[in-house]
DNA sequence: ACCGGCTTTCACAGGACGTTCACCGCTGAG
DNA sequence: CTCAGCGGTGAACGTCCTGTGAAAGCCGGT
């Protein structure tokens, strides 16, 4: 889950590890009526159950963690740092709320409190998430041949769609938004699939590739995406060397291709 | 994974508006000590001159705002979606909290409050911002006829790229960085490789072979990489003697070699 | 429950890259 | 001048990375 879908179209996904079960019980009385969707659960889930649920935010009471709060809160944010993590506790002393906050929790509430600010903190800490993936994709960008139009969700040649499947589309308008600046693998999977990249994961380059293959169906006489070894992508609009299809000695849509810098 | 995407955190930029010149001194005086930018007001600025200021984050008491409050923090948040907003007020209602979040503040903070949990929670709001808008920082360094651009992870001459490696490029943008000093071998290779140099170990030596072979091949009559024997190496753009190619006596060119340093 | 498309995983092959080695030329000190 | 040590050079080798095709898993729609 990514970006662009998630927060406005769709009630957001949360997560509720507590045990207090008098608050929890509010809590969801009060969701009931939204369109948010929440799991609730008096022990901590597993990172990769976690990470399997697709998540936009997580309330966590640290107490219920024990010894390991720490290193849990830690490995959680770590593992998926597109998720929103509101701490939710007991009496707390200032230094405990203050290491959450630096291992990477978004908020930190003080029981007892209202369930109608825990939601709006929940709120604002995806929407301040979601804020900056929305921007990105508001306009529709022109790279060599290709347009991409975020509002259709698709890339198109001459007006042809490509056909792009979600992640493939989501692949494409990543490389496209960082301008041509090279993209590290696992960045690229972070942004796209919303989590850290497992060692060895190929993903991203079944990726590429199927995206590489729909771009010289319907654009050949241009690359588009570049390998930079042991690193990563990398977009950017050239036309094919050997195949100067207009007027061979100077092509000129090679002004367009370079037009970036 | 070293070195280069290693976003050295760049302070904070922060204002605060606040009269509480108590809680102001104290707060001024923990920021003393970082990096961070800060500017203390005790009115409310105007929101373009905010805007003007490339904020990252404001700490606002809403009570200084008077009557309009919500409707400043609502144009503040709307003007500067990316702008981190945390409300540090005294007693605040439920309600209150709930609206000033809604409207788009990322935090709410009650005092009293310790500076030291504030500091936390600004950087907790600003930290995810802060991620993406790092990797923006594309400087790209003028070096004779030699152009790095960390965002390509590529150097060029003449708009032409020079193929570097990874190995290739790093040591070259870590030579490019100490800005004419020289690098012992122990230190590039530390700095480059990751890890303690073994004693015999010839890699660096191989790598500047490469580079100067590279170098040579796309910018002759310029000198790069200079040996110092029994220390390390040494990077600075330099005219080659023998071979002044515009004037003779005073290589305009010269000038411009030099003029990083 | 079935089906089709999408995603993930796997195995393999080719190749780019990094490391190491041996040899030679050069530097600097006595 | 001479020598020991340091650095330059080219090539061989092994490793790891990426491209690729296909099979297996997953999900949504029928």
């Known amino acids: 889950m990514t970006s662009f879908v998630s927060t406005q179209a769709r009630g957001i996904r949360l997560a509720v590890m507590d045990t207090d079960s008098g608050f929890v019980q509010v809590l969801v009385k009060r969701l009931e009526p939204t369109d948010w969707h929440h799991r609730v659960s008096a022990v901590p889930l597993q990172v990769d159950t976690l990470v399997g649920m697709r998540l936009d935010a997580v309330v966590l009471d640290l107490t219920i963690v024990g010894n390991q709060g720490w290193s849990y809160l830690e490995t959680v944010c770590d593992r998926m740092p597109g998720l929103g993590v509101v701490v939710c506790t007991g009496r707390s002393s200032l230094a405990q709320r203050v290491r959450g906050l630096r291992l990477g929790a978004d908020d930190w509430v003080t029981k007892p409190c209202h369930p109608e600010e825990l939601i709006a903190r929940v709120e604002a800490v995806v929407r301040r998430r979601t804020r900056d993936a929305l921007r990105q994709e508001a306009s529709?960008?022109?790279?060599?041949?290709?347009?991409?139009?975020?509002?259709?969700?698709?890339?198109?040649?001459?007006?042809?769609?490509?056909?792009?499947?979600?992640?493939?589309?989501?692949?494409?308008?990543?490389?496209?938004?960082?301008?041509?600046?090279?993209?590290?693998?696992?960045?690229?999977?972070?942004?796209?699939?919303?989590?850290?990249?497992?060692?060895?994961?190929?993903?991203?380059?079944?990726?590429?590739?199927?995206?590489?293959?729909?771009?010289?169906?319907?654009?050949?006489?241009?690359?588009?995406?570049?390998?930079?070894?042991?690193?990563?992508?990398?977009?950017?609009?050239?036309?094919?060397?050997?195949?100067?299809?207009?007027?061979?000695?100077?092509?000129?849509?090679?002004?367009?291709?370079?037009?970036?810098?």
Chains 1, 2 share one sequence.
């Open 140 to 261: 529709s960008r022109v790279i060599g041949e290709l347009e991409i139009r975020s509002e259709h969700f698709q890339a198109f040649v001459a007006g042809a769609s490509l056909d792009l499947t979600r992640r493939e589309f989501e692949l494409l308008q990543l490389l496209a938004g960082a301008e041509g600046r090279v993209l590290p693998r696992e960045e690229i999977y972070q942004r796209v699939w919303g989590y850290a990249m497992a060692r060895g994961d190929r993903s991203v380059d079944v990726f590429v590739r199927k995206l590489r293959s729909k771009l010289e169906r319907s654009s050949p006489g241009w690359r588009y995406i570049h390998t930079h070894f042991g690193v990563g992508y990398r977009l950017e609009g050239e036309p094919v060397a050997g195949e100067p299809l207009a007027a061979p000695g100077v092509p000129d849509t090679g002004a367009v291709a370079l037009s970036h810098a």
